[in-house]
């Protein structure tokens, strides 16, 4: 939750250094992980036509580099993606792969709001 004037009041927000009442960067962010996990479980909920074994996926160990570029304003249409950047064995954690993946959104104007790194462990045969 982040009530300032520019995501909770849209009066206070036209006046605000936003011009607008707009997203907050958590909401952004948080709407970017509902819309990985709805596509992941889509995915895994059809039948698997490879290439090789369905993954199997645990918990993520967190993020790095998040950025808010540009503010995400009331009835603005976002697209979110994600690209595989590198995979590596875990030491300390045999049969488990560390994927890392770059997050992004874009508004109507194809202009990025937000970009992250993120991690989740990704269970290898």
């Not at 995501?7 to 927000?13: F, P």
């Not at 979110?80 to 994927?99: D, E, M, Q, V, Y």
Request: aromatic share 12%; with cysteine.
């Amino acid at each position: 939750y982040d009530p300032q004037v520019f995501h909770v009041d849209e009066e206070a927000a036209r006046k605000s250094v936003l011009g607008g009442l707009c997203a907050s960067g958590w909401h952004t962010a948080s709407t970017w992980m509902k819309y990985n996990l709805e596509k992941r479980m889509e995915t895994e909920g059809v039948r698997w036509t490879g290439p090789g074994p369905q993954p199997e996926f645990g918990p993520s160990p967190g993020f790095r580099n998040l950025k808010w570029l540009k503010p995400v304003y009331a009835g603005e249409t976002v697209t979110f993606t994600r690209t595989a950047l590198a995979h590596r064995p875990l030491a300390a954690r045999p049969g488990w792969n560390l994927l890392t993946l770059r997050c992004e959104a874009f508004d109507s104007t194809g202009d990025k709001v937000i970009e992250f790194d993120s991690a989740v462990l990704v269970k290898v045969e």
